[in-house]
C-alpha cells in the first residue's frame, strides 16, 4: 500500500522560514494535501493541489512537489503556526493515505 | 456554509459494532466525497474510507473487511459501521467531505471520540 512520510518534528525561530516535507511514490502522480491541526480541534486544510490556499488561509504557506516529495514551506512563521502538519494523497486505486504528521515548534 | 456534524455512542464494548452518522447541513449530500477519518489519542490521521454521492465505496484496505459506509440522502445523512472493535480503534472518529479530489478534505466535523471498553 501508498505511504507518506514526513519528519516527526521541526522546529522554527519565529519570523523565519520553515519548510515541511512529505515523501511517497504517490506524490509522483498525484499533488498532496497539507492539513494543520491544533490541539483539540480538527484538522485544516491549508494547502491543496499544486500550490492553492483556501480562502483565510495566510499567504505564507504555500506549497511545492518534486519527484517523490512534497513540501509546505511557512515563510515568516507565527507563533500561532505552532501545530501538527499532516500531508495526505490517493493513489491510482483511490486510496487516501495520510503522512505520520510533523509536530512544529515555534521557538 | 457546509458543516457536518458526527453522531453516536461514546463506548463500545470489545467485539461489538460502531456505528456512527455524519449529519451534513448547509449543502446536498448528493454530491462529492463524504469520508471518514480516525485518531486515536495521540497519534496521527488514519483514513477509513469515503462513499461517493453516488455510493460507490472505497476504504482503507487494512480495515475493508471490518467497513461498511452508507448513505441516506433523504436525511443528508452518510454512516460509518466498523465490526469487531478492539480496544485498538478507540479512536476520535471525524467525517468529512471530500471535493472532485477524494483526498482533499475541506470541510470536517468537529469529531466524536469512541472509546472501545468493556
Given at each position: 500500500?501508498?505511504?507518506?512520510?514526513?519528519?516527526?518534528?521541526?522546529?522554527?525561530?519565529?519570523?523565519?522560514t520553515v519548510r515541511i516535507t512529505c515523501q511517497g511514490d504517490s506524490l509522483r502522480n498525484y499533488y498532496a494535501s497539507w492539513y494543520q491541526q491544533k490541539p483539540g480541534q480538527a484538522p485544516v486544510v491549508v494547502i491543496y493541489g499544486k500550490n492553492n490556499r483556501p480562502s483565510g488561509i495566510p499567504d505564507r504557506f504555500s506549497g511545492s512537489s518534486?519527484?517523490?516529495?512534497?513540501s509546505l514551506t511557512i515563510t515568516g512563521a507565527q507563533a500561532e503556526d505552532e501545530a501538527d502538519y499532516y500531508c495526505n494523497s490517493r493513489d491510482s486505486s483511490g486510496n487516501v493515505v495520510f503522512g505520520g504528521g510533523t509536530k512544529l515548534t515555534v521557538l | 456554509q457546509v458543516q457536518l456534524q458526527e453522531s453516536g455512542p461514546g463506548l463500545v464494548k470489545p467485539s461489538e459494532t460502531l456505528s456512527l452518522t455524519c449529519t451534513v447541513s448547509?449543502?446536498?449530500?448528493?454530491?462529492?466525497?463524504?469520508?471518514?477519518?480516525?485518531q486515536p489519542p495521540g497519534k496521527g490521521l488514519e483514513w477509513i474510507g469515503y462513499i461517493y454521492y453516488s455510493g460507490s465505496t472505497n476504504y482503507n484496505p487494512s480495515l475493508k473487511s471490518r467497513v461498511t459506509i452508507s448513505v441516506d440522502t433523504s436525511k443528508n445523512q452518510f454512516s460509518l459501521r466498523l465490526s469487531s472493535v478492539t480496544a485498538a480503534d478507540t479512536a476520535v472518529y471525524y467525517c468529512a467531505r471530500g471535493?472532485?479530489?477524494?483526498?482533499?478534505?475541506q470541510h470536517w466535523g468537529q469529531g466524536t471520540l469512541v472509546t472501545v471498553s468493556s
Open positions: 500500500s501508498s505511504e507518506l512520510t514526513q519528519d516527526p518534528a521541526v522546529s522554527v525561530a519565529l519570523g523565519q518534486s519527484g517523490n516529495t512534497a | 448547509g449543502g446536498s449530500i448528493s454530491s462529492y466525497y463524504w469520508n471518514w477519518i480516525r471535493s472532485d479530489n477524494p483526498a482533499l478534505f
